[in-house]
């Protein structure tokens, strides 16, 4: 470890050898960088990365049986061990004889306070957080821990698997690149130490991040990341810029990637390119297989339902909201985790699949002056309101209509100045405050013809 | 206390073995298979004494987040409060305090099996029965019954406080430990949502 390393680089990149030191600087003081405006790292204690590959080497052999069924040993561990040590699902009483027999739980419950969600036992000086605003429009803080975060890579495995691609990104190698495309973003450089402290470089294409936009294209050539990651919006960017590399493979998360962006991405660049269904509550849930034309679900302890508006589980292969119990972040455990999207629990050639998945579909908005934006800064422009819940709509004569919900006390002046900031101060702009939340709120929809990507 | 009533075995004896129909799942909106409003009616019949439909629709569970545990509960005691040993010796308010109010209190913190399961807790929910009733039990004196039927409610009360402060403290510590810098930073996804 370099003793002139300040206490938060030793802390985010625990064990740096001089190598992964390197990595790190070129990355960030190569000519072409962008202006990395962040800090972050893997957080990884050297003792921990046997287990982490331990546990992708048990991700990648596994078999996925998502029934809600208490006969699976590890599930009723789970309900048992959730209904004892954590203190929302603490008020639910003993184990059930059957899933079913458990509330649902809902967005909103884990937005009043994660802090519930818990577990008693779980230590605290390693806890981080993940930040969303996903499809309700309810801002969410998830607890999490580097453990989890590093566990992410596992399923990316075994995601790209199925697609004939292994990873061999290694030491002196860039192993991702996540882009985003956003007006602001949080970019920083790290190295993977579970492969060799290979890099990870997270940037954001949008022009106000580079000295010049020029240096996207050869930024990224130089670097050659085995996988480029990010949402629909961030990969139609990156078909705008011109660079020769081409990545092993894409994976599209965050939002629906609609099939005319896939083609296009996959032409491009002449590799897989994967949609994965990932939600910041439950990590990487399922991948779209084109032979399947289906999700097929990656995690091993991750139980299924497709639940009715009452939370009760609908017949089998029919369609209704998916519910998750399980999975892999052990500082918020999901009993029954009602995610908002919809699809039909299927069994397609022996594996099982979401099928029909309705997902986040990506909205970008125009401005005033005619450009384009990701719904992402909206959500970034918004943030100091804590708003609870809100919906933006773009008619197709380019007006806006704002809705917030149970808003309590918000400046909607500020607001209102916030997003003219954002879309112009001649904006046509209608906001509505309405006191009570909504169930069912589609955050970001855009009228306009190129509203939706792909 | 002045009426010596049953031995204390006998009611914990019968919480240990309260018959499976009774530890169903709460009958809440569409789902589970004991309607407790049913079952309570039951109860106050078997004392002869009746209570109004408002009295009664308390019981009839709408959230299964918060109600599903106390009517487990209140399950549990109608099953403890039929043995023919405290039949009639109970009045209607007291019995709806019992099934409703107690009940409620006491799951706030304790899964309702626990009362099936637990020694302590048996004898915890035996000793509030013979209370209610103004019963001891067989064989233990006026002063006795008194000291550890108090000694049994404030230990739980006791239990009940501190572990309310334990977990106010817990939750104020994750939220600080959430908004630390480290914290916000996160850690490296190699996609992100």
């Not at chain 1, 002139?4 to 990355?27: C, I, K, N, V």
């Amino acid at each position: 470890m370099d003793p002139s390393m300040s206490p938060e680089d030793a802390d985010r990149y625990p064990g740096l050898t001089p190598a992964g030191a390197q990595m790190l600087e070129w990355m960030r003081e190569h000519p072409h960088a962008p202006i990395y405006r962040n800090a972050s790292g893997h957080r990884l204690l050297p003792d921990e990365l046997p287990g982490i590959q331990a546990f992708a080497a048990e991700v990648r052999r596994a078999e996925v049986d998502p029934r809600a069924d208490l006969t699976q040993p590890w599930l009723r561990e789970y309900i048992a061990q959730a209904l004892a040590r954590v203190p929302h699902y603490r008020r639910y009483g003993s184990p059930p004889d059957q899933l079913a027999d458990l509330p649902t739980l809902t967005r909103g419950d884990l937005a009043r306070d994660v802090a519930q969600f818990v577990p008693d036992d779980q230590p605290l000086d390693r806890l981080i957080n993940f930040r969303t605003t996903g499809l309700t429009g309810q801002p969410l803080l998830i607890a999490s821990h580097p453990l989890v975060a590093a566990r992410y890579l596992a399923f990316h495995q075994r995601a790209l698997a199925r697609f004939g691609i292994e990873l061999t990104s290694g030491p002196g190698d860039v192993g991702v690149m996540l882009v985003g495309w956003q007006q602001r973003c949080f970019t920083y450089v790290s190295v993977t130490p579970q492969r060799g402290e290979c890099g990870l470089a997270k940037i954001n294409l949008h022009e106000c991040d580079w000295r010049d936009p020029a240096d996207r294209g050869p930024y990224i050539d130089a670097l050659r990341p085995e996988l480029m990651t990010g949402d629909p919006l961030s990969l139609a960017a990156l078909l705008g810029i011109e660079f020769d590399h081409q990545p092993r493979a894409i994976m599209s998360t965050s939002m629906a990637l609609l099939p005319g962006l896939r083609a296009a991405l996959a032409q491009r660049f002449d590799c897989p390119v994967l949609d994965l269904y990932s939600l910041n509550e439950a990590g990487p849930i399922a991948v779209f297989d084109p032979a399947l034309d289906a999700h097929v679900l990656l995690q091993t302890q991750m139980a299924v339902e497709i639940v009715n508006a009452a939370g009760d589980p609908v017949a089998e292969g029919e369609r209704g909201e998916i519910a998750l119990t399980g999975g892999f972040n052990f500082c918020l455990p999901l009993l029954r985790y009602r995610t908002g999207d919809h699809a039909s629990l299927e069994r397609r050639d022996g594996e099982w699949v979401l099928a029909g998945l309705a997902g986040r579909a990506p909205v970008r908005f125009r401005t005033g002056s005619g450009e384009w934006i990701n719904n992402i800064d909206v959500t970034h422009a918004l943030k100091p309101f804590a708003l609870p819940q809100y919906a933006l709509l773009q008619r197709a004569d380019g007006g806006l209509e704002f809705d917030v919900h149970s808003h309590h006390g918000a400046d909607l002046d500020a607001v209102d100045a916030a997003l003219r900031g954002l879309f112009g101060a001649e904006a046509s702009l209608q906001i509505a405050a309405h006191p009570e939340p909504c169930d069912k709120v589609v955050q970001y929809r855009s009228e306009l013809a190129d509203g939706a990507v792909g | 206390m002045n009426t010596e009533g049953p031995p204390l075995e006998q009611l914990t004896r019968r919480l240990l073995e309260t018959p499976t129909p009774f530890l169903g799942e709460p009958r809440i909106g569409t789902h589970g298979s004991v309607h407790v409003t049913a079952l309570v009616a039951d109860v106050l019949a078997a004392f002869g004494v009746s209570a109004g439909p408002d009295a009664l629709k308390r019981f009839d569970a709408r959230d299964r987040t918060k109600e599903r545990n106390p009517r487990l509960l209140t399950q549990i005691l109608c099953w403890l409060l039929t043995d023919p040993s405290l039949r009639g010796k109970i009045g209607a308010d007291e019995l709806l305090r019992l099934l409703f109010d107690e009940a409620n209190a006491l799951a706030a913190q304790v899964a309702a099996r626990e009362f099936v399961d637990n020694d302590e807790r048996r004898e915890e929910l035996a000793r509030m029965a013979l209370s209610s009733a103004g019963l001891r039990p067989a064989g233990e004196s006026r002063n006795v019954a008194e000291d550890r039927w108090l000694a049994v409610s404030s230990r739980e009360r006791t239990r009940l406080a501190a572990a309310s402060r334990a977990a106010e403290e817990r939750a104020r510590q994750i939220r600080e430990a959430l908004a630390r810098k480290a914290a916000e930073e996160s850690a490296d996804k190699w996609s992100r949502e």
